[in-house]
């Protein structure tokens, strides 16, 4: 039986090389570096989640492992003369499940209408982000409007819904400053997420799915956990479904399609969010609109 070794070690440089010096010298620690290398030949398999400092194909951590692995295989074969092995086994790579299930692009079903939301949000927190006028100026705008501000969080691409929840619920609760912000603004790119969150559609969109996204971050949490085994999946997997279920009828910490409907007012047949006027685009799918 294999003993699961369970350690952190903080990398001394950053990226894919910093992540290959951490794991051998954590295996070497660990285990002695003679152990090491000889679990490094044979090991048949390697998981990361979808970072891209892992996956790199020229120079992510699935390839300097590999690298790592054949250099070390070498030196093994000179070092034995009558070494048995003629060849180096492949080392399969994979992604972990959780964040391979959950990314926007893992799920057809709940990816394919909602990727270019996530999409448009992410470009949006880059916006600011990347300019401290612009942050500057948006914090200004919320204290002219009286209006609630959070800091918009960076976007990463692992622990996907935990990160991508705390996106959506940030936004939403800065959405009446962000809009405001947007009114004024004379930017070219300004008045394309001006356009982008004054859609009706686009705003039920983002509530429903920080409601969801609320009982799927929790699930993620617990799946990556250390006390659960691939046999206590079907359980959790069963628990999730029916607290999905539940939304439709239980009340949740910060319910965000009932808040934003609150906020959604009708006056002579326009429609308003707060103070602020709202559109609706005619969307057709694809499929009709080739009908047509």
């Given amino acids: 039986m294999v003993k699961p070794v369970c350690t952190s070690w903080v990398p001394m440089n950053r990226g ?10 954590v295996g070497s620690v660990t285990i002695g570096k003679s152990a090491f290398s000889k679990l490094l030949v044979k090991a048949f398999s390697f998981v990361t989640d979808g970072a891209s400092a892992n996956t790199g194909e020229k120079a992510g ?8 692995r054949q250099r070390t295989f070498d030196d093994t074969q000179d070092a034995t003369a009558h ?15 959780a964040p391979f299930k959950f990314r926007v692009g893992g799920s ?12 448009q949000l992410a470009s949006l927190c880059s916006y600011f982000r990347k300019s401290g006028v612009r942050s500057q100026e948006l914090r200004q705008t919320a204290t002219e409007h009286g209006c609630k501000l959070l800091r918009l969080p960076r976007v990463f691409e692992v622990r996907w819904t935990e990160f991508t929840h705390d996106l959506l619920t ?18 070219t790119a300004s008045r394309g997420f001006h356009l982008f969150l004054t859609d009706i559609d ?13 009982v799927f971050s929790r699930f993620q949490k617990q799946i990556q956990s250390d006390d659960i085994t691939v046999l206590d999946l079907s359980q959790y997997i069963e628990r999730m479904k029916r607290k999905l279920l539940l939304l439709k009828s239980t009340v949740l910490t910060a319910v965000w399609v009932e808040q934003t409907e609150q906020k959604i007012m009708e006056n002579q047949g326009v429609m308003y969010y707060e103070n602020f006027a709202l559109h609706k685009h005619d969307r057709r799918r694809r499929g009709e609109h080739h009908n047509t």
């Avoid at 070494?83 to 499940?97: Q, V």
């Avoid at 057809?108 to 999409?119: D, E, T, V």
């Fill in 16 to 25: 894919a090389k910093g992540l290959c010096e951490a794991l051998e010298s």
């Fill in 61 to 68: 951590l699935w390839t300097l492992v590999k690298q790592l």
């Fill in 83 to 97: 070494c048995t092995d003629k060849k180096l086994s492949p080392l399969l790579t994979f992604w972990c499940g």
């Fill in 108 to 119: 057809r079903q709940f990816g394919h209408r909602s990727k270019p939301h996530f999409q």
């Fill in 170 to 187: 940030d936004l939403l609760q800065s959405f009446s400053a962000l809009l405001a912000y947007f009114e004024k603004s004379t930017e």
């Fill in 202 to 214: 686009n705003i039920r969109t983002i509530s429903f799915l920080a409601d969801v996204l609320i």
